[in-house]
């Protein structure tokens, strides 16, 4: 089922994020990094790593390692161009790996939790069909403090308390994504993936069950 025709103005590529938690010392943590001053789309502001499908990541070997659930909802509402839903997690981890030089271990794909997408507003330097998969930190390989294999992308990694995450200068759309975490790490539940919808004239707020 395709989510509605595209507003025809900066393209949308599809792109997929991972958002990493863990339990500290003050309660729930997230991973999350800061774009330069200098870059086009969304400049100084803290993010999660993430980026766009690129052509490498349909030949990486996902199929059959993510759960069910989480497969459906990322083929559910699917543009009749989106990738398939391992292509979309393989470009979640490969970002993952290139923008924090951390790496989730294999055994624990089926674990990923798909809770939102967005797509970009038109108007924007960039757009993007961004899908938002959730992950515990204990799936880590290696230690998650070294970063030293990071690429530089994001500066000031750090793992912040959800507060302190949600007190920085974010996007909106983090802003909203970061408000669904926290509801999720402390018990609450989900009836459906949140999906912000601006790929037509009018924006559509949808629930992907």
Same mark, same amino acid.
């Given at each position: ?11 949308i ?10 339990n ?66 393989? /470009? *979640?981890?490969? #970002? =993952? ?6 790496? %989730?271990?294999? @055994?624990?794909?089926?674990? +990923?939790? $798909?809770?939102?997408?967005a ?11 961004a ?17 030293? /294999? *990071?690429?530089? #992308? =994001? ?6 308390? %959800?507060?302190e @995450?949600?007190a920085?200068? +974010?996007p $909106? ?9 926290t509801?999720?790490?402390t018990?609450?539940?989900q ?19």
């Amino acid at each position: 089922m395709a989510s509605g025709p595209r507003r025809m103005s900066e393209p949308i590529r599809h792109a997929a994020t991972v958002i990493l938690w863990r339990n500290g010392p003050h309660g729930a943590e997230v991973l999350m990094g800061q774009r330069g001053a200098g870059a086009v789309f969304m400049p100084s502001k803290f993010v999660f790593p993430g980026g766009a499908v690129d052509p490498g990541d349909h030949a990486a070997p996902l199929a059959g390692h993510l759960s069910a659930l989480c497969a459906r909802r990322l083929a559910t509402m699917a543009e009749p161009d989106a990738p398939p839903p391992d292509v979309l997690v393989a /470009a *979640a981890l490969r #970002e =993952l790996e290139e923008e924090t030089g951390r790496r %989730l271990r294999p @055994a624990t794909y089926p674990g +990923l939790r $798909f809770v939102f997408r967005a797509i970009t507003p038109p108007g924007r330097t960039r757009r993007f069909d961004a899908r938002f998969l959730l992950a515990d930190a204990a799936c880590l390989a290696g230690d998650p403090q070294d970063f030293s /294999a *990071a690429s530089g #992308e =994001l500066a000031h990694l750090r793992w912040l308390p %959800l507060p302190e @995450a949600r007190a920085l200068d +974010l996007p $909106f759309i983090t802003e909203v994504v970061l408000a669904e975490v926290t509801a999720l790490v402390t018990g609450g539940d989900q009836p459906g993936v949140p999906f912000f919808d601006n790929s037509g004239t009018t924006p559509q707020f949808r629930r992907i069950v």
